[in-house]
């Protein structure tokens, strides 16, 4: 097992525009998680999936942002409509089905937003 | 909510020297669990350590050990013998196992760089 992948490694777009990543989790992790991280700071949480299930949100991710891991396999993330804001490095992290588990990161991709 | 405080958002250090990097953070809950993760440039980050708060023994890991101190609030990390290859940016993480159990909270790192 090579780790968590993430693909794109870098995007750049206009604004207005659509993007979609990809998080290849550590298999049999059951566990997924969607964080953003901007220059200066820690990474910030986003979404969560256990297997297929979406189970919490945080508040940083608008309407124009959706996450979606169909068969509880790989995950996707799309933000619609890019702003400038969204411009940032986001992070998959991926961790097994236990009370607490040690969450693996991938490399990210890091989205600018032009 | 848990908050996650590095006061030091930048340290140098001489290779072989001993350095240590401090982290507070802010919670109500009695079980949780803290962690070290390090980001060196342009590579994904990585587990340095972590830390039970219900354990009342130091983690340490080789060269990294914590300075767990639960009544204040405190993890620090301290990085014995210094190498060229721990310049990175080390961020402190806090995991509850109450309410928020599914996320990391972050602190804004540090960024440390070992001279040769």
């Known amino acids: 097992d090579t780790g968590v992948s993430q693909n794109p490694r870098h995007k750049i777009t206009k604004r207005g525009q659509n993007v979609t990543f990809r998080c290849d989790p550590i298999s049999e992790h059951n566990r997924l998680y969607w964080y953003r991280q901007t220059l200066g700071q820690g990474p910030e949480f986003l979404t969560y999936?256990?297997?297929?299930?979406?189970?919490?949100k945080s508040r940083l991710l608008s309407d124009r942002f959706s996450a979606e891991r169909p068969k509880g396999s790989f995950s996707t993330l799309e933000i619609q409509r890019t702003e400038q804001g969204d411009s940032a490095m986001y992070l998959c992290?991926?961790?097994?089905?236990?009370?607490?588990?040690?969450?693996?990161f991938g490399p990210g991709t890091r989205l600018l937003v032009l | 909510a848990q908050t996650v405080t590095q006061s030091q958002p930048e340290m140098s250090v001489q290779e072989a020297e001993t350095v240590t990097l401090s982290c507070t953070y802010d919670t109500s809950e009695n079980n949780y669990y803290l962690f070290w993760y390090k980001q060196p440039p342009s590579r994904q980050m990585i587990l340095v350590i972590r830390q039970e708060a219900y354990k009342q023994q130091n983690a340490t890991e080789n060269r990294f050990s914590v300075n767990f101190q639960k009544a204040a609030k405190s993890f620090s990390l301290k990085i014995s013998d210094s190498q060229l290859g721990d310049t990175a940016m080390y961020f402190c993480?806090?995991?509850?196992?109450?309410?928020?159990?599914?996320?990391?909270?972050f602190g804004k790192g540090t960024l440390l760089t070992v001279n040769p």
């Open positions: 992290a991926s961790s097994e089905d236990r009370a607490v588990q040690t969450q693996y």
């Open positions: 999936f256990q297997n297929e299930a979406q189970l919490e």
């Open positions: 993480a806090f995991y509850g196992s109450g309410g928020s159990n599914y996320k990391l909270t």
